[in-house]
């Protein structure tokens, strides 16, 4: 009998130690469900809740950016003259600028490439566009600049600047456009100084006539050169 007890007793140790030598096993394995379960939950919790994502992109949209409310007119246009110099009043005592950009419409005699300058605000500055004369320079520098073409307007903005009386930059963008349009072959500004903003523009004939006007909402200054009449 005690031998039957003995027997007994030393089974169950061996049956304990066995299951003793698989519960490392079983551990991890429970231990992995929670594991995986919670990875994703410390993204979830430092995510914005589902209701704010959208609300970044309207704010972004919400930003306003250069560029006019509404595309430049292409017919109705007052025609074109070739007398120079041309002067507009300014209307401001300061007009900042906020984008330059070129562009070329039509093809043949009816065509003509048109420079827009765009302000903030609703005043322009006093406007003088002239015929220039080579060498051109720099502003304050007073180093050569090189500007392709037959002939040379010469457009001056007094009060016209990208710059702030504090140092602030309202226009970054390019200060030497060369798109060798058909009239249009290269403008670049010579500086901007004390409010004053200079450009030199490049065309492709010795004579080239012109019209200069200006949009509202936004504000811009607008100057087509007509192409080559044969």
């Known amino acids: ?12 140790v061996l049956a304990g ?8 096993a079983a551990t991890p394995s429970a231990g992995a ?9 410390p993204p979830s919790a430092s995510t914005a809740p589902p209701s704010a994502t959208p609300a970044s992109p309207s704010a972004a949209a ?43 419409h039509g093809i043949g005699p009816s065509g003509y490439d048109r420079i827009v300058f765009e302000f903030r605000g609703s005043g322009i500055p006093q406007v003088t566009l002239r015929v220039g004369t080579p060498p051109f320079t720099f502003d304050l520098s007073g180093l050569p600049m ?8 010469v457009l001056v903005l007094h009060g016209g600047t990208g710059i702030t009386p504090d140092g ?11 798109p060798n349009f058909p009239a249009l072959t290269e403008f670049k500004q010579a500086g901007d100084f004390e409010a004053v903003s200079e450009w030199v523009a490049g065309v492709s004939q010795v004579r080239v006539c012109q019209r ?5 909402n936004p504000t811009r200054l607008v100057i087509d050169l007509q192409h080559p009449q044969g």
């Not at 430049?72 to 041309?86: M, R």
């Not at 602030?168 to 060369?178: L, M, N």
């Open 17 to 24: 130690s066995a299951l003793a030598g698989c519960a490392p």
């Open 168 to 178: 602030k930059v309202t226009y970054a963008g390019s200060t030497d456009f060369q």
């Open 146 to 153: 090189t500007v392709r073409g037959r002939s040379f307007f």
């Open 212 to 216: 200069v006007f200006v949009l509202k």
């Open 1 to 12: 009998m005690k031998s039957t007890v003995a027997s007994i007793a030393i089974l169950a």
């Open 62 to 104: 919400a930003t306003p950016t250069p560029g006019p409310t509404a595309p430049e007119p292409t017919v109705g246009l007052v025609p074109f003259s070739c007398a120079l110099p041309v002067s507009l009043p300014a209307t401001v005592d300061r007009a900042q600028i906020v984008d330059v950009r070129v562009g070329t």
């Open 33 to 41: 469900t929670p594991t995986l379960s919670a990875s994703p939950a």
